[in-house]
């Protein structure tokens, strides 16, 4: 089999028991045996999908930070939070063209580093917005309950730390978890990125923490959060219907981020640790592909939570909206004159 046309492919079992072989050896078998094929047209849609990702991601994203920079300058420590989220899913979105590479190409062409870079990216993303979403939840949940008593957790410089604190333990948590042999395998035939199967005892074990540290955790929180803010915004006929549905739309956006988001991606994992052979693999690689595509709509979604869901976000919106607008108009006036 040429190279160009094995870097369609992924690795699956052989006609021998790989189970009782050393990890590379297993590995290598693996790599040279059963190889379920990609058709150009799945390859061709989520191509597609990946470009549509980055054409609406980057200038979302980019807004957003002008707008949380926004948050940031009065004072609002729900800027800080948003600011970090865009940051990320600008990183994110960016390096999703090396994937987008390979599906236009086929095949792996970046190497072994490029390679272990781009799942590193692929998991800080994840995580960082995770933990950050679930520091917003938090934040309005203190803020509408605890008003008074945690008061200083509503500072932009509580905020910076957080969030530099929450960057500094995700990739942390990946240098230690994310290794090269679980990421990359090249041979004269094939190089892969992104090893499936074997799965590692290492990764096995990181599997199991990130779902249940890095995803059910935060859900959990957010939950609370929601759950606990909605009953008291509900009950202080104080606060305003218009900015009660507002904390709820925010709440509600977040937790449906982490559920809708990070949620699917997550129980492939734990389902990735049951599969030993070529059958199960061949089903669960249609999975897991679904199921990171799913993952990177986060970086569409994030842009709601300060674009259409803060007033601030709102009020720049319109201030968009309505400069296109006059411009329209001028060039319209222009036009009907010549």
Known sequence: MKRHEAGLIYAAEVGVKTCDLPWRTRLAAIASGCFPVETPLGRKLFLLYYLTVIIISIPANAFSLYVSRQHIRQKNDLGVYLFHLALTDLTFTFGLSLWMDFLWRGV?????????VSIYSLHTNFYTSEALLCCIAVSRYLAVVHPLRFAWTRKVSTAAVTSVTVWVLVMGFNVCTITWQDSYYENNMISLCYVFLPLSQTMANASIARFFLGFLVPVLIAFFSTWRTHLAVKANR?????????ISKLLTMVLLCLLVCFGPIHVAFMVRMLL???EGFKWFLCIYKVSTAISTMNCLADPLLYCFITRTGQENIQQVLLFFLRKQKRTEGINCIS
């Open 238 to 246: 104080a606060t305003m219907d218009e900015e009660q549905l507002r």
């Open 108 to 116: 792996w062409t970046h190497g072994g580093y490029v390679c272990l």
């Open 276 to 278: 030993d052979g070529c």
